[in-house]
């Protein structure tokens, strides 16, 4: 079955950085698009960062210039570098794909940038 797990997030001062990964399982990674999604509380889940199997990628207008979202076949590995950290990226972070029937997704990973 379709398994995402997310890693790498934590607490971060103001303009720091992380990298979080999503390693998937359970299908075809080559073939799929993949994309990065949060929650912060109170609020509704937003798309942050998309890569399709063609590696073409877009972002939210929020993150544009600051994070990078990159994908390694070879370790069925989805990545999101996030630069210049600010208090509003602080949220749960989810990994996700897409087939014709359903969305999947991970258990998320909290990001909190605070100092």
Do not use: H
Not at 3 to 21: A, N, T
Not at 36 to 51: D, F, H, M, N, S
């Amino acid at each position: 079955q379709v398994q995402l797990v997310e890693s790498g997030g934590g607490l971060v001062q103001p303009g720091g950085s992380l990298r979080l990964s999503c390693a998937a399982s359970g299908f075809t990674f080559s073939s799929a698009g993949m994309s990065w999604y949060r929650q912060a509380p109170g609020k509704e889940r937003e798309l942050v960062a998309t890569i399709s199997r063609g590696y073409f990628t877009n972002y939210a207008d929020s993150v544009k210039g600051r994070f990078s979202i990159s994908r390694d076949n070879a370790k069925n590995t989805v990545y999101l570098q996030m630069n210049s950290l600010n208090p509003d990226d602080t949220a749960l972070y989810y990994c996700n794909t897409r087939t014709a029937s359903r969305a999947y997704w991970g258990q998320g990973t909290q990001v909190t940038v605070s100092s």
